[in-house]
């Protein structure tokens, strides 16, 4: 609530923060910080419990969400959906755009333009790096990317680090490692990014042709982190206190022999989760294509499917939140 301090007006901190994501679209992690993060985990923690407790609110009674989406998703477009209508809200499911005008040629702004007439928030997943913001510059309702080809995935991002508040009770002082196609995976490039706001350590395992991106390493680097790499999982398993692995993104490869090369260069086992800390997590934006045992599941440290439920709690807030509801 906005107060009156010497004859000015002062927003809390709570308000504040309702500011920076109210009306906003979510395109970037870097568009985020710290606080922001705080604030939003916050509400993800109110979420957890309206969600354990009762299952639903109304709080976004009456509004819609158009949940398009270009490329093949199953968390990410359900739980969108699962968040929306906990909140009370409806949903407009486009999932195959080639049941949609978009098959007769429609542009990305038209199709925006036309989705926001009748949605009050949109949420985006498409091939190309960008289009959420080519998105947003045409809507006048908040835009929300669910992934832009192999650019970022800002909500994965947030539900990962908020998966790691969660298991560990905190992000600073962690030496994260992450896993597999660090090149071509967007929710390495979003997490990396919003790492680099806490003091952590990040050691980057991948095989040399799917390094990380320069200009990922650099903001890392830039941003006082230290970053090393290797392509032996070998070299962090003793040491990491989150191991975040993910798939290689067969669909990014123009040369499937070069896919073919690399596709199983890393398996989690129960052999290598006994040489890992007591205390760590075991993180996978999923979905796996063999770079975890399904034996690995019942470990305790295995964060993967908490972390997906976590999708849905991080979805709640942000909708609450762009729609000044939270
Ligand atoms: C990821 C994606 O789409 O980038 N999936 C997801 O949203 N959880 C990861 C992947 O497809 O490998």
New binding site residues.
């Given amino acids: 609530m906005a107060t009156m301090v010497n004859g000015q007006k002062r927003v809390g901190l709570a308000a504040d923060r309702r500011h920076s994501f109210y009306g906003r679209d979510i395109v970037s992690v870097k568009q985020f910080s710290r606080e922001d993060l705080t604030y939003i985990f916050g509400v993800a923690n109110e979420m957890r419990s309206i969600v354990r407790r009762v299952g639903t609110t109304d709080l976004l009674k009456g509004y819609v969400l158009a949940n398009l989406f270009y ?6 477009s359900s739980s969108f959906i699962a968040a929306m209508v906990r909140l009370g809200g409806s949903v407009i499911p486009i999932h195959g755009v080639q049941y949609s005008s978009v098959s007769k040629g429609e542009s990305l702004p038209d199709t925006i333009r036309t989705l926001e007439s009748y949605a009050d928030v949109i949420v985006l ?1 498409h091939p190309e790096v960008g289009a959420s913001e080519v998105a947003a510059r045409y809507a006048s309702k908040p835009v929300i990317s ?2 832009d080809g192999v650019g970022e ?1 800002p909500t ?1 991002g947030l539900l990962d680090l908020y998966t790691i508040y969660s298991e560990l009770g905190t992000i600073d002082g962690l030496h994260v490692a992450m896993v597999g ?1 660090l090149k071509n ?3 390495v490039h979003s997490l990396a990014r919003l790492l680099r706001l806490y003091d952590t350590t990040l050691t980057m395992v991948s095989p040399d042709i799917l390094r990380l991106p320069e200009e990922n390493k650099q903001e890392l680097i830039a941003a006082g982190r230290t970053v090393h790499e290797t392509d032996s999982v070998d070299d962090v398993i003793e040491s990491a206190d989150v191991l975040y692995v ?2 290689v ?1 067969k669909e990014r490869f123009a040369d499937l022999r070069e896919y073919e090369a690399v596709k199983d260069c890393y398996e989690i086992t129960p052999a290598l989760m006994a040489r890992a800390k007591e205390r760590m997590a075991l993180m996978h ?3 796996r294509v063999g770079e975890i045992h399904y034996d690995v599941d019942d470990d305790p440290r295995a964060a993967y499917f908490r972390q ?1 439920e976590n ?1 849905m709690y991080i979805r709640m807030a942000l909708l609450a939140a762009v729609l000044g509801k939270a």
Avoid: W, Y
């Fill in positions: 490329e093949p998703s199953t968390r990410t997943r669910a992934g995935h994965q196609d995976g967007r929710t993910t798939r993104q934006p999923l979905p997906m999708g």
